[in-house]
């Protein structure tokens, strides 16, 4: 039903843009979390289906969650990156329906 993508080895400053790709379902939400190594899984940024955002204050100014609903995709644009960004970021939807899916997680790095 989803599927992320886009992770990577990227130096601090950089940029990097995630993927995820739904399908199977009409959603009403699709949100981006993380979690780094001995940490609580984090939201990161959340859209809705008429296309509100919203974002966690550690990301604000620098992350952009957007999506294409005629690929069904959604996109987490990652800028000014800094190694406490570092984390498995995953992708989270939630179905007009109440259920809830999860895609598999995709490792974002950040070197200092």
């Known amino acids: 039903q989803l599927q992320a993508s886009g992770g990577g080895l990227v130096q601090a400053g950089g940029s990097l843009r995630l993927s995820c790709a739904a399908s199977g379902s009409i959603f009403s939400r699709v949100n981006w979390y993380r979690q780094a190594p001995g940490k609580q899984r984090e939201l990161v940024a959340v859209?809705?289906?008429?296309?509100?955002?919203n974002y966690a204050d550690s990301v604000k100014g620098r992350f952009t969650i957007s999506s294409d609903n005629a690929k069904n995709m959604v996109y987490l644009q990652m800028n000014s990156l800094s190694p406490e960004d570092t984390a498995v970021y995953y992708c989270n939807a939630e179905s007009v329906l109440g259920y809830v899916f999860w895609g598999q997680g995709t490792q974002v790095t950040v070197s200092s």
């Open positions: 859209i809705e289906s008429g296309g509100s955002t």
